[in-house]
């Protein structure tokens, strides 16, 4: 009976934004029956559990933060992409395709399911916060804690609203009320200032309701939140504030962007210490001193001896964490993604849903990006500016980098290609035979990413032997159908695929995804946090007092020994040197840097495609023709296949109207103090 109590509860209280529950809501003594069931619901740990569960349930499927285009196509940028479900090759696909995500030709019907489970999440989190404490059966120290988990819930979900939609309106802290009229309900869009504040604050007080029973809880693949993930996504939200976009934007797109009394929602006027505001809260997450990047120790001798990077006299000559001479420094970084550790093994991992995403999980994003020769569709691959953006393993930029974007600094690509002797003696390692030598030397975080042509993949669970270990090449004749093929739509565009997230073991042999290692979602990791702290203090030129988390203050400003507090720990588990002197010397030239280090660090993870608005960096870097080899190419003409080209399967551009998602047309006639984004119409 208690089960259908709160099934019938849950009918009512989940519905969509401002949604048709509040017709009958006047009915009778329906208010006290509601009432009556909430008392019932709230006093039982069981159901309050479930009904805090229900809230996190919302944050799956298109509302999780990494995962394959079918829940999230936010997930590929300018640096991966995927190639499949494209109808210029196969015009049965009707499917959100990556030219048309790119072009701006999605539609306001499409990838709107996280706007109704956020609100819909949100007001179930405002009911448990306000409820909880009904609870018979738990503690007060228990009863605290779930209410920030809650909080904590309600904050995530308008935090991702806020990435995706920007300015969206805040909901009244005890609920709307339904029995009011429709044009009494109706609410605004809040400015991004007011929404970033919102959050934040609430943010920091879920982080210090979970403080006593939240601060190291693991991360068990349940969604469920730590004190550091409060704090740490706290960090990301200010950090997003302080940015260009919400911080001085002066744009014209800004100047459009309005809610229906005519108020700008990003604000023009630029307030530098939202920088010093979002350092101090990255600083928080620092100064718990619960999280650290993961590290592998090196191994000197057999197959999988570590390739050490040569010596810088700094980084090369101590040991972790001052420097990387006992780890492996590729191992380190591939093993963080690929399924070795779970989510509770990892302790660079702040927030996660584990392995529950959802449909188009990270283990099918895998599947995507395994080659035909392991049943993979080899479809989701990497960009020319991504590969060139890895660094040699000395810390200087690769030959020919982005020369042909117009970036280059006068260098040609490197030629030749490793021999036979070249690999008997071990030279170019992990380099094999018949690989060019652009992708020799790079940094170990190039080859735990980047499938270059002739990479080697393992594929143990392989059932046949000689199907293990192969070196895929990815040349238009290359017999096990890997390469270019007119005849379906499983060929690499750019002939670059993604090795991040894919396990030395991981197949789809027969089709079965059981045969690929299950990954947990980097959702927040402390790396983010890390270059977050570095990239918010390189903005200050003056000094800040900020209070910390916990009442004492933090003396905030662009103190070079800090902002290596962000930046050595991702370059020394990276096995890359250090960054010049000049480079910390300059804010222009770190700022550069940084947002290079992220492109790198975190990619595939979610970020870039909002790094580049937040930075407001889109206009350009996405409208820049995507380059990669030539895979029309054979292998008897390689020196041609190695030569970058424009890829023209791979379109680009940039609009006014991509720099948020827009908002639905349901949900604009639901609303009518709503008021579309810039860019897209709307006709009642």
Not at 178 to 186: G, R, V
Not at 297 to 308: K, L, R, Y
Request: proline share 4%; aromatic share 12%; hydrophobic share 35%.
């Amino acid at each position: 009976m208690q089960k259908k109590i709160y099934s019938m509860l849950l009918l009512v209280l989940c519905t969509s934004f401002i949604s048709s529950c509040k017709k009958n809501y006047l009915e009778s003594d329906q208010y006290f029956k509601d009432r009556i069931t909430i008392e019932k619901v709230f006093k039982s740990k069981v159901y309050t559990e479930e009904w805090l569960a229900h809230v996190f349930e919302e944050l799956k499927g298109e509302n999780v933060d990494v995962a394959s285009k079918g829940l999230t196509p936010h997930n590929f940028a300018d640096d991966m992409y995927y190639g499949d479900r494209d109808r210029d090759f196969d015009p049965s696909k009707t499917e959100l395709s990556y030219n048309m995500f790119k072009m701006g030709l999605y539609t306001e019907n499409d990838k709107q399911s996280s706007w109704t489970q956020s609100y819909r999440g949100i007001r179930n989190a405002t009911t448990f916060i306000h409820n909880v404490y009904m609870n018979t059966e738990m503690t007060a120290a228990e009863i605290e804690d779930y209410r920030g988990q809650a909080r904590f819930g309600r904050a995530y979900l308008y935090w991702l609203l806020l990435r995706k939609y920007g300015p969206i309106p805040l909901l009244p802290d005890e609920g709307i009320d339904y029995t009011k009229s429709y044009d009494d309900i109706a609410t605004a869009r809040n400015t991004y200032e007011e929404c970033a504040t919102f959050i934040a604050d609430e943010l920091l007080l879920a982080a210090k309701e979970m403080e006593k029973l939240g601060m190291n809880r693991g991360q068990d693949g349940s969604a469920r939140p730590s004190c550091g993930a409060a704090l740490a996504t706290r960090a990301k939200v200010l950090l997003y504030a302080a940015s260009p976009l919400a911080n001085g934007n002066t744009s014209s797109f800004a100047a459009r962007l309005i809610d229906d009394a005519g108020r700008k929602l990003l604000s023009p006027d630029y307030q530098e210490e939202k920088w010093a505001k979002a350092a101090a809260a990255a600083r928080d997450v620092i100064e718990l001193g619960v999280y650290r990047l993961y590290w592998v120790p090196i191994q000197e001798t057999g197959d999988e001896a570590t390739v050490v990077p040569p010596k810088d006299n700094n980084f090369s000559g101590k040991n972790w964490p001052e420097g990387w001479a006992n780890i492996d420094p590729a191992k380190s970084y591939a093993q963080v993604f690929d399924g070795t550790l779970q989510a509770s093994g990892n302790p660079e991992l702040i927030f996660t849903r584990g392995n529950n995403q959802d449909g188009e999980s990270i283990a099918a994003m895998v599947i995507h990006q395994l080659p035909r020769s392991a049943t993979g569709w080899n479809t989701h691959g990497l960009t020319q500016k991504l590969v060139d953006a890895y660094y040699m393993n000395d810390g200087k930029d690769a030959p020919g980098k982005d020369s042909e974007i117009g970036r280059g600094n006068g260098s040609n690509r490197l030629s030749g290609y490793v021999s036979a002797d070249d690999y008997k003696l071990g030279k170019y390692k992990p380099l094999r035979e018949g690989v060019s030598l652009q992708y020799a030397n790079r940094e170990p975080r190039f080859y735990a990413s980047v499938a270059y042509n002739g990479s080697f993949w393992t594929l143990l669970n392989e059932t046949l032997e000689r199907n293990r270990n192969q070196q895929v090449f990815y040349y238009r004749d290359d017999n096990k159908g890997n390469g270019f093929n007119s005849s379906n739509a499983y060929w690499l565009r750019t002939g670059f695929g993604v090795k991040k997230f894919v396990h030395p073991s991981d197949t789809y042999e027969g089709g079965s995804a059981a045969r690929v290692i299950s990954k947990a979602e980097p959702a927040i990791r402390y790396a983010d946090i890390l270059l977050g702290y570095a990239e918010a203090l390189n903005e200050l030129s003056g000094s800040y007092n900020i209070p910390s988390w916990r009442g004492a203050t933090y003396a905030i400003s662009r103190d070079i020994n800090q902002m290596q507090r962000g930046i050595h720990p991702v370059r020394i588990r990276g096995g890359v040197p250090d960054y010049p002197a000049q480079v910390y010397s300059s804010k222009v030239e770190l700022r550069k840097t940084l947002k290079r280090e992220r492109f790198i660090e975190l990619m595939g993870e979610g970020q870039r495609y909002y790094d580049l608005r937040r930075w407001m960096d889109a206009p350009t870097e996405e409208a820049l023709p995507v380059y990669g080899c030539n895979i029309l190419m054979n292998a008897q003409e390689r020196d041609l296949f190695h030569r970058p080209v424009a890829v023209w399967t791979l379109k680009t551009t940039f609009a006014d109207k991509m720099w948020f998602w827009p908002i639905s047309h349901s949900e604009l006639k639901r609303n009518k103090r709503l008021t579309q984004n810039p860019g897209w119409t709307y006709n009642d």
